[in-house]
């Protein structure tokens, strides 16, 4: 599987839009980027997944350029409930093997009033 | 639609004691995961089940540890004679479909062992 390289930690302020990318050199053509966001206590949850260019949702968007050797979670108007550890994953989607999900230490993001 | 469903949520064990852990995966998901998350670790896989069959093992220690998934009940992660460097949160994850096919999982709230 690919190995992934995010930031240990970011801050940032409620209102802003937050930018956290993940490198991803080794990414295979079948690879998929998929984030999950983590509370304290909490077990991950999904937040989105994309293959190129970009994808919206109602939570966040990704940005994946042309070479997707790596890819932006951006998160628009952050407020404090934001707060939390987002973990960029990359694997494929073939259906071929059995492995579960790897995760990095994640980005620890947070933000203040 | 209820979501993942683990229990207990806390566990206290004393060293050499038997701990176990229980997963209940979302309704209509047959493939469950088990992952171990250390302090200020990111998680790591275990093991991969579906119904009455384990797919891949190949996060799981050598010794001690085990899984299941029975064809009724829960899924149940067992760990023998337990150690202090057993002491982590143990999250379970289910999906509609397996492996690498689906890279979503839909996690539970975890089961927080500690061991004494």
């Known amino acids: 599987l690919a190995k992934t390289t995010q930031p240990i930690s970011m801050d940032s302020y409620e209102g802003q839009e937050v930018n956290i990318t993940c490198s991803h050199n080794?990414?295979?053509?079948?690879?998929?980027i998929t984030w999950y966001q983590q509370f304290p206590s909490q077990g991950p949850r999904f937040i989105i997944q994309?293959?190129?260019t970009k994808v919206t949702n109602e939570v966040a968007s990704l940005f994946i350029p042309a070479d997707r050797k790596s890819s932006t979670l951006s998160l628009p108007r952050v407020s404090l409930s934001d707060t939390a550890v987002y973990y960029c994953?990359?694997?494929?989607?073939?259906?071929?093997?059995?492995?579960?999900?790897?995760f990095g230490k994640g980005t620890h993001l947070i933000i203040q009033p | 639609n209820a979501g993942v469903m683990q229990n207990p949520r806390h566990l206290v064990r004393r060293r050499g004691q038997e701990a176990r852990l229980r997963c209940s995966p979302m309704?209509?998901?047959?493939?469950v995961y088990w992952y171990r998350q250390l302090p200020e670790e990111g998680l790591k896989f275990m093991v991969y089940?579906?119904?009455?069959?384990?797919?891949?093992e190949s996060g799981m220690p050598k010794e001690r540890f085990s899984a299941e998934f029975p064809k009724e009940g829960p899924s149940i992660l067992r760990i023998q004679q337990v150690v202090r460097g057993d002491s982590a949160a143990y999250f379970c994850?289910?999906?509609?479909?397996?492996?690498?096919?689906?890279?979503?999982?839909?996690f539970g709230p975890g089961t927080r062992l500690t061991v004494l």
């Open positions: 994850a289910s999906s509609p479909r397996g492996g690498r096919s689906n890279n979503e999982q839909f």
């Open positions: 309704k209509g998901h047959s493939h």
């Open positions: 089940l579906q119904k009455e069959n384990i797919i891949d």
């Open positions: 994953l990359v694997g494929d989607r073939s259906g071929g093997g059995a492995d579960g999900l790897t």
């Open positions: 080794n990414i295979a053509t079948n690879d998929y």
């Open positions: 994309g293959y190129k």
